[in-house]
């Protein structure tokens, strides 16, 4: 077994080890190397050390963006979960349509990011019309446009995954916790949510890196509007790297912090919920 | 301890995707250097153009595979997208060299070049918007000197040439910018009661269109209209038109001022009265001014078009948008935009280009060639001048368009009308300005302005302050 194994292991392995090497890890690598270059196109870099980094000291869009990102994940990763849950356990509640409900929550995640983006911005901007104002009068209203775009795409997503959950909560788990006399709010307390806290790390875990990583969304809706008061990190690197001549390096080295950030949050996130998991 | 391992990879590989599509042209941009540009390309990803400049000739002809060459040509003007296609298509079938023709959307000719330059595949012919753009692509720009554009170009001025001879960017259209109005709104304007103007021509300076203008927003609806200028929109489809071609305005007056022709550190002497024409626009408009952070360009070319507004600031490229509705050619018109400063009596339209064409010095040697040659069809074959006129509605520079090419465009007529009339046409002096970051401070401020959330100190801090540490910026 060990033997074959190792004997196939190219075979299969390679295809996916070859696309990972070309679409990621070289692209990876020379991020990293032109994050400390001088250039216009990637293809002629010439390497200047560290200054990249020096100049994001004196960027105060970055600084910003940066706390209006962690806002923004914070915020959305709460109400994306908490509804998530909420939905989920209605709706294995044996209640009449309940196939239909998943769907038509589901639905909206199989709609790109840019297109939701204008579709919200129409939405959202024909409301705030009738008040004389549009989405991108001010950082605040691109932030709960934002949150509320969010949220309808995601809710369905993580429904999913918690209702997979829930199902998988052993009946007679619940059933010895009735006998026992526990209230409804017991069970879920304390037999339902650390029976299903697999699904809340992917799940925040989904959403947090979503809400960092957030860029079709951010683009469509706002595009950073106004002042690049209500421009996300990602969206913000890119336009450093191709709004303004001679600081495509600076944004190289907006993304290799951003890399850092967004994975030494995951890391330390999946570390915490991870030992509230129940082990079986 | 294996599901660890799987979510921190799951981790790692989600974060990181992220700079995975920042260097997405790497993989294809090694391709470029072994295939067109030879040892050349090698050496060019060390020092930068210049090393790329001195051996151009001997980029190992021999790998290239098509004898004559192909062209490819990213244009900058969404207006004439499918018309240069077309144009492509017939020199193609006439010449047999194939020309690809791609355009970038509106706003986003800047990033398009930087990932389109990257690849394999470069574009053979691009452009520039003048000095500031040709900065950060000056090594990239094939000298133009021996070229047939260049040799029909009627003056210099038309041309980017460096400080040691290069032609770097040719300009292929002239344009002209102003206050496009609606003859017919303003004619019934004029024929009512205590009008302050009895005929269009009698607006020749700030004050008297100011009066006029707000006499109209006051009657806007016996005279059936929205406002009397269109939406002030800035959106990024139409903000350019105030943070750059209406800043232009003031920056000339500086210039004239002092007699210069750039500047490191603008002063803002003539701020003032750019606040006037912004409040101006934004005041007696077709809509609130807190609306106007959403409102496209699209938008005030409709108001305009629809004759729901009177007066629409822009250029003579805007009469494909706007005609063929309720507004007649004949009832089109331009003004100058008065902003109270200066002559005002002789001031003329704004004339100028931002459409330089450059060819990509990085492309083989067919493909320059190619690329030239499509260029003189272009401006010497009757067809490519027929749709210059026609489709395109080109004013050029270049002598090969005799006056029988001049387009059908009423806004270019009204151009024409104010230079042979002996008035000032006023230069695009806008394509000194430092960047676009010192467009984008000003613009945001202006729109913060507008809405009410900021005032207009912040406006002349990026007007002043932003010009210096913009150009320092760029220029270190």
């Known amino acids: 077994m060990q033997k074959s194994l190792k004997r196939y292991f190219p075979v299969f392995a390679f295809p996916t080890l070859a696309a990972f090497t070309i679409g990621f890890f070289i692209p990876f690598v020379m991020g990293i190397y032109l994050s400390f270059c001088k250039f216009t196109t990637v293809t002629d870099a010439k390497f200047i050390g560290i200054g990249n980094y020096l100049k994001i000291l004196s960027d105060r869009t970055f600084l910003h963006s940066l706390w209006y990102t962690a806002a923004f994940t914070i915020v959305s990763m709460v109400l994306i979960n908490v509804l998530a849950f909420t939905v989920a356990m209605l709706l294995t509640k044996g209640i009449q349509g309940t196939n239909a409900f998943r769907t038509v929550f589901f639905m909206p995640n199989l709609i790109g990011g840019i297109v939701l983006g204008y579709i919200w911005q129409l939405l959202l901007n024909g409301i705030l019309a009738n008040f004389q104002k549009t989405l991108t009068y001010n950082s605040a209203y691109g932030f709960w446009g934002l949150v509320v775009l969010m949220c309808w795409q995601q809710i369905g997503y993580m429904m999913i995954i918690y209702i997979s959950g829930i199902q998988n909560v052993p009946g007679e788990l619940i059933e010895a916790a009735k006998i026992d006399g526990a209230r409804p709010a017991q069970i879920l307390f304390h037999v339902t949510i650390p029976m299903v806290m697999p699904s809340i790390t992917i799940c925040t875990f989904l959403t947090l890196t979503n809400g960092f990583k957030l860029f079709d969304q951010n683009l469509a809706l706002t595009n950073g509007e106004p002042s690049s008061m209500s421009e996300l990190l990602a969206l913000n690197i890119f336009n450093t790297f191709y709004g303004r001549t001679g600081y495509e390096g600076v944004g190289q080295a907006k993304a290799v912090i951003f890399f850092i950030l967004v994975a030494l949050i995951a890391i330390i996130q999946t570390r915490l919920t991870r030992t509230k998991e129940v082990q079986h | ?476």
């Open chain 2, 1 to 476: 301890m294996k599901k660890k391992m799987v979510s921190i990879l799951l981790a790692a590989s989600l974060a990181a995707t992220l700079l995975a599509g920042c260097g997405t042209g790497n993989g294809n941009g090694n391709g470029t250097n072994d295939n067109t540009a030879g040892d050349n390309g090698a050496a060019g990803s060390e020092d930068g153009g210049d090393a790329a400049g001195g051996g151009t000739k001997d980029n190992g002809g021999a790998i290239v595979g098509e004898e004559e060459g192909s062209v490819y040509y990213l244009n900058f003007k969404p207006e004439q997208a499918q018309q240069w296609k077309d144009l492509a298509r017939e020199y193609s079938d006439e010449a047999g060299v194939p020309v690809t023709i791609e355009t970038a959307a509106s706003g986003t000719y800047e990033s398009t070049l930087k990932s389109e330059m990257a690849k394999s595949d470069a574009p053979t012919l691009f452009q520039v918007n003048g000095p500031a753009g040709l900065a950060s692509w000056k090594d990239y720009c094939y000298d133009l000197k021996d070229s047939a554009v260049y040799k029909n170009l009627k003056s210099d001025d038309f041309a980017l040439i460096s400080d040691d001879g290069q032609v770097q960017g040719i300009a292929y259209v002239i344009e002209t910018y102003g206050l496009i109005y609606n003859k017919d709104i303003i004619d019934d304007y004029c024929e009512m009661d205590g009008a302050k103007i009895k005929d269009v021509s009698e607006i020749n300076s700030f004050a008297k269109l100011k009066e006029a203008a707000d006499d109209m927003q006051a009657k806007k609806d016996e005279l059936g209209i929205k406002g009397v200028f269109a939406s002030a929109g800035m959106d990024s489809s139409s903000d350019w038109r105030f943070k750059t071609h209406l800043a232009n305005m003031p920056i000339y007056f500086e210039y004239q001022d002092e007699n210069v022709a750039t500047t490191d550190a603008i002063k803002g002497t003539h701020l003032d009265a750019y606040k006037n024409i912004w409040d101006l626009y934004i005041t007696d408009s077709t809509v609130e001014p807190t609306m106007i952070s959403g409102m496209t360009g699209e938008d005030a070319a409709a108001e305009f078009a629809m004759g729901e507004a009177v007066f629409y600031q822009n250029g003579t490229w805007a009469y494909q948008d706007i005609t063929g509705n309720e507004v007649d050619d004949d009832d089109m018109g331009m003004l100058p935009i008065y902003i109270g400063v200066g002559d005002e009596a002789n001031q003329g339209l704004c004339t100028g280009s931002e459409n330089y064409w450059c060819v990509n010095k990085n492309a083989s040697e067919d493909d320059i060639n190619a690329t030239l040659n499509f260029l003189e069809w272009v401006i010497t074959s009757d067809r490519g001048r027929e749709v210059f006129r026609d489709e395109m509605g080109f004013v050029t520079p270049f002598s090969t368009f005799t006056d029988e090419y001049m387009p059908e465009n009423p806004l270019v007529d009204a151009a024409n009308d104010y230079i042979d009339s002996g008035k000032t046409s006023v230069p695009w002096v806008f394509s000194t300005i430092p960047s676009e970051g010192w467009k984008n401070g000003v613009g945001s401020a202006l729109l913060e302005y507008a809405q009410g959330t900021g005032d207009w100190d912040a406006v002349k801090d990026a007007f002043v302050e932003g010009w210096a540490s913009e150009y320092s910026a760029v220029n270190q």
